[in-house]
C-alpha cells in the first residue's frame, strides 16, 4: 500500500504563485509514476503533470505547460507541484496520485484546494 498526504493549497491572487508537495508513505519503492490531477466544481476530474520517478522525466497538461513544473525529492518521497502566474480558471481541488505500473493510479491523496482570485 501507498498512502499520499497533499499539502500546500490555498487562496493567491491571479497572477501569484503556489507549491504543492505531495508526501508518500508505505511501499514508496513501488511506485512507478506520480502525477497531479485536479477537479473544479461541476467538472471532472483532468490530468495536470506526472513525473516518472527513476528517470524524472515529465509530462504536462497543455493549460499548464510552461506555467507548472512537476519535480520530486528522492530522499524525502515527495512530489512538488510549482505553480506559477496562476489564473482563475487555475482554481480546484488538486490531487496527487501514484500508480506502481503502467496501468490506472491506484493511491490517491485527499485532495488540497487551490483558489485563485481574479
Known amino acids: 500500500q501507498v498512502q499520499l498526504v497533499e499539502s500546500g493549497g490555498g487562496l493567491v491572487q491571479a497572477g501569484g504563485s503556489l507549491r504543492l508537495s505531495c508526501a508518500a508513505s508505505?511501499?514508496?519503492?513501488?511506485?512507478?509514476?506520480q502525477a497531479w490531477f485536479r477537479q473544479a466544481p461541476g467538472k471532472e476530474r483532468e490530468f495536470v503533470a506526472r513525473?516518472?520517478?527513476?528517470?524524472?522525466?515529465?509530462s504536462y497538461a497543455d493549460s499548464v505547460k510552461d506555467r507548472f513544473t512537476i519535480s520530486r525529492d528522492k530522499a524525502k518521497n515527495t512530489v512538488y507541484l510549482q505553480m506559477n502566474s496562476l489564473k482563475p480558471e487555475d482554481t480546484a481541488v488538486y490531487y496527487c496520485?501514484?500508480?506502481?505500473?503502467?496501468?490506472?493510479?491506484?493511491?490517491w491523496g485527499q485532495g488540497t484546494q487551490v483558489t485563485v482570485s481574479s
Open positions: 496520485a501514484a500508480r506502481t505500473g503502467l496501468g490506472p493510479y491506484g493511491y
Open positions: 513525473i516518472t520517478w527513476s528517470s524524472g522525466s515529465t
Open positions: 508505505g511501499r514508496t519503492f513501488s511506485i512507478v509514476t
